[in-house]
């Protein structure tokens, strides 16, 4: 229907043509869907030993980053990016190996041996972090188990003691169950992310680098 016809609609009518539309497109939606999860979807050669991520840069500058406040270089951003959007699909279990080509040329070992220490430096600092946020979700989730526990066994206490004590019975009662829940969510949400987040860091971080065309 024209958007000119659309206009001369009642509003009623004109809700049940989006309603129809709607429909339409969530039909379309869900056969795309199902197309989607029948394709078999790899960014790496199952066969290979390595996973291969190729790096083409046009010269020796474009390595470094462009603006920084650091009297040490740093290396580009966009190399980062490039390496970490690509490396994403890999499974952890298989090694990267970083192709570093000029356009038809490779480079000089030299170079390759810069690019290599300095995406090693870039990930150095966000590894750390990320293995204190881990250390951190540990202890915290640990003693949200402890406070839970320690509210729970104050809620039975009272419920058998003093029973005139219903409302601040529930108050420890609801907050344990708060702290386990919390705990839970730690080890098994907050935890398994950053972790597999530092592994997919390293994975980058321990990479071989080679030059061929």
Do not use: C
């Not at 000119?4 to 009518?13: I, N, Q, Y």
């Not at 990267?96 to 990930?123: A, C, F, H």
């Not at 915290?140 to 009272?158: D, E, N, Y």
């Not at 169950?177 to 592994?199: C, S």
Request: no cysteine; glycine share 2%.
């Amino acid at each position: 229907m024209k958007t000119e016809d659309k206009k001369g609609l009642a509003p009623k009518e004109a809700e049940k043509l989006r309603e129809k539309q709607l429909g339409q497109q969530i039909s379309k939606f869900k056969e795309a869907d199902k197309e989607v999860l029948k394709i078999e979807y790899e960014e790496y050669d199952e066969d290979e030993d390595y996973a291969v991520i190729d790096l083409e840069i046009n010269q020796e500058s474009d390595i470094y980053q462009k603006f920084t406040m650091l009297s040490r270089r740093r290396i580009s951003q966009e190399i980062m990016n490039h390496l970490e959007e690509y490396a994403k699909y890999v499974p952890l279990y298989k090694p990267l190996l970083i192709n570093v080509t000029r356009p038809n040329q490779t480079i000089d070992g030299d170079l390759l041996k810069t690019i290599e220490l300095m995406v090693e430096r870039s990930l150095t600092k966000r590894i750390i972090d990320l293995t204190v946020n881990i250390k951190q979700i540990k202890v915290l989730s640990t003693l949200m188990v402890l406070f839970g526990l320690t509210a729970m066994l104050i809620s039975i206490l009272l419920s058998e003691r003093y029973l005139n004590l219903f409302i601040i019975n529930e108050v420890f009662y609801i907050s344990s169950w708060v702290f386990v829940w919390k705990a839970v969510e730690g080890f098994l949400f907050d935890l398994r992310k950053t972790t597999e987040q530092k592994y997919k860091l390293l994975q980058i971080y321990s990479a071989d680098y080679v030059s061929k065309i």
